[in-house]
């Protein structure tokens, strides 16, 4: 089976390739909440791009998870909340920013304003539906598994890869990892494996980068993880779905840091014939604040549920959302969506 991996069409390569050439101060920025997609494409294009003789920023737009400041350059990323002002001057002097593995403006809160203002042309390159960021050139396939993915797709048909090193393999093939748990979802495609392959021949250590990401937390979250599992989770046997809800009180108690909840998730899906899994969890400063995380199996729409009720989307079997409500009530909306979607989880 022959494998064909390039993504863009002749015009967009062409315009791509003028953009980063014409460009002498590039910033790259993700998401708020980032999460090893966003960090690991980021750090991706940035090492492509000093191959190119670029110096780009990483900008991201507030704290990401301590698992994944182990990666190659991550110590050069500038973070938006505590270094605003050298931020809005980069946004201010930029000529390129490339918005990844977000779709709409509103993914980057308070990094939204010097993005919009900026005079830089702007790039978007994402994996998600309804991309809605005004730019000079949007390159948006939600089929794909994850941004990283068209990262390394892009680099590859721009004829970087060869010149790559482990410093771009490593950050691409973790956000593929983990925008897949692990390569267990939206990941049936052969090309991913046919890409895994190519990273593998830079000298990474997969293993070792699994480790790095999952077998990395504290002994608070592994306590934590009993504690949901005992204590907070609510299976809906009949309909095949599952809540739960993170207190304020309960991250206190278990120190949580951020990244301590990821993957948490996705446990509740290794009962029996469970087809949802639900996470509510209280913001821990801000009041009427509830972050939402959805895992699927199969065919069940989760991004269609969240987009539904709880003001998110995303991907079929991995979406989130926030609601601006008490915890109690983010359980009674939870409880709502399960029964509206009743008859396609039973």
């Known amino acids: ?32 909440n980032a999460d090893g997609d966003a960090i690991g494409s980021s750090l991706g294009l940035a090492e492509y791009l000093r191959q190119q003789g670029k110096d780009p920023t990483v900008i991201v737009p507030d704290q990401y998870p301590d698992y994944l400041q182990w990666m190659p350059n991550s110590e050069k990323i500038v973070r938006y909340d505590k270094h605003r002002d050298q931020a809005d001057l980069l946004f201010k002097i930029a000529d390129l920013v490339f918005c990844l593995d977000y779709n709409v403006p509103g993914r980057v809160e308070d990094m939204q304003q010097p993005l919009l203002s900026t005079p830089a042309k702007r790039v978007l390159i994402d994996h998600h539906l309804g991309p809605d960021v005004p730019t000079a050139l949007t390159i948006s396939h939600p089929d794909m598994s994850s941004t990283s993915e068209l990262i390394f797709r892009i680099v590859w048909q721009l004829g970087g890869f060869e010149a790559m090193g482990r410093h771009f393999a490593i ?53 934590l993880t009993g504690f949901v599992m005992l204590e907070r989770l609510v299976v809906d046997a009949q309909r095949h779905a599952s809540y739960y809800a993170l207190r304020r009180e309960d991250l206190r108690r278990f120190h949580f840091v951020k990244g301590d909840a990821e993957g948490l998730v996705n446990m509740p899906l290794q009962i ?47 979406s989130g959302g926030r609601l601006f409500c008490s915890i109690d009530e983010a359980i009674k909306v939870a409880q709502q969506a399960i029964l509206r979607y009743e008859g396609l989880l039973k």
């Open 1 to 32: 089976m022959d494998i064909d991996i390039n993504l863009l069409t002749e015009h967009q390569l062409a315009q791509l390739s003028q953009l980063i050439s014409d460009a002498n101060n590039i910033i790259i920025t993700c998401h708020t």
């Open 272 to 318: 029996k014939g469970l087809k949802l899994s639900i996470s509510l969890r209280e913001d821990t400063e801000r009041d009427n604040l509830v972050w939402v995380s959805l895992r699927s199996v199969d065919q069940f729409p989760c991004n269609k549920m969240a987009a539904d009720f709880f003001n998110g989307g995303g991907h079929q079997n991995a």
């Open 171 to 223: 950050p691409i093939y973790c956000g593929m990892m983990t925008d897949t748990g692990g390569f267990t979802y939206n990941s049936n495609s052969p090309d991913i494996y046919f890409i895994i392959s190519q990273l593998l021949t830079k000298g990474i250590n997969k293993d070792r980068i699994y480790r790095n990401v999952y077998h990395n937390f504290s002994e608070n979250r592994l306590r």
